[in-house]
């Protein structure tokens, strides 16, 4: 059994996850990138300066076990090593990690959208 939300094994009869307090599940799912079975929802956490600050960051959520990715460049690219050139770059997170990707992300950089050049940039009004 495994949790969905921490990923944690526990071993047979224990049903739910102690530390997350969800129900267990009998198998994670790779494929739809959510592993309670449910389909992944990404949603915009930050629009930084540029691509490089953006997987710089991305690095740090996904140390911290949070399930994240990039968005730069053109509206279906998914990958900064597409439009290294554009202004700024947008990462995406799990929204059931949103709150502990904000959590991390100010505790490294506060309010800073620009981490690497100090600057700020004005985020797009939703």
Same mark, same amino acid.
């Given at each position: 059994?495994? *949790?969905?939300? *921490?990923?944690?094994?526990?071993? !047979?009869? #224990?049903?739910? *996850? !102690? ?5 267990? #599940? ?12 449910? %389909?992944?929802? @990404? ?7 540029? !691509?490089?600050?953006? %997987? ?10 949070? $399930? ?27 929204? $059931?990690?949103?709150? $502990? ?6 505790? @490294? @950089? ?17």
């Amino acid at each position: 059994m495994f *949790c969905p939300v *921490c990923e944690s094994e526990y071993e !047979p009869g #224990v049903t739910r *996850c !102690p530390d997350d307090d969800v129900q267990l #599940v009998e198998a994670l799912s790779p494929e739809t990138g959510a592993h309670d079975g449910s %389909e992944a929802r @990404f949603v915009p956490l930050h629009k930084l300066g540029s !691509p490089p600050e953006a %997987e710089m960051v991305n690095d740090i959520l996904k140390n911290n076990g949070i $399930r994240s990715m990039v968005k730069a460049g053109g509206d279906d690219a998914f990958s900064p090593l597409l439009s290294s050139t554009a202004e700024g770059a947008v990462i995406l997170v799990d929204e $059931r990690d949103y709150d $502990r990707a904000m959590e991390i992300y100010t505790a @490294f @950089f506060g309010s800073d959208t620009t981490p690497l050049t100090g600057g700020l940039v004005e985020e797009e009004e939703e």
